[in-house]
C-alpha cells in the first residue's frame, strides 16, 4: 500500500553506504496542522534506498513537496529481546507549490462574463 504526504523540506542527509551492495539515505519533512486555531507542527523522517536515494536532490531545504512513500516494518531480536522497526520508504517526490496564507483570496478569475444588471436596458437582444 502506498501513502503520499505534503510538507516543506527540513533537512537532507547525505547517502550512506551501509554494505557493499546496500545504501540509504533520510530526509525530513515538516507538515503543518491547524487544529482549533493552534498551528501543530511535526517532523517526519523519510529514508530512501538504493537507486531511490537521488529522489531529494533536485529539491532545496524549504521548498514544498509531496512525498509518495511505502510504510515498512521489521521485526528485529538480539539477545533474547525483541523489537520493532517502522521505516517510511520513500520511493517519488514532486514539488508542490505554497498553499495561499488563510483568509487570503487566490488569484481572481478576470474570464468570468460580467452580466449587467437586472432592469437597466443593457440588452441588444431583438425580442
Known sequence: MSF???GKLIVKYNTVQRSETFKTREFVIEKSDDINGRVINNYI??????DRTGIVDRFNEGENVKVYFNIKGTRWEKDGKVNYITNLDAWRMESVMAAPAPGTDP????NTP????AGDGGDDLPF
Open 4 to 6: 503520499e504526504i505534503t
Open 45 to 50: 523522517k523519510f529514508q530512501s534506498v538504493q
Open 107 to 110: 488569484m481572481p478569475n478576470y
Open 114 to 117: 460580467q452580466m449587467p444588471a
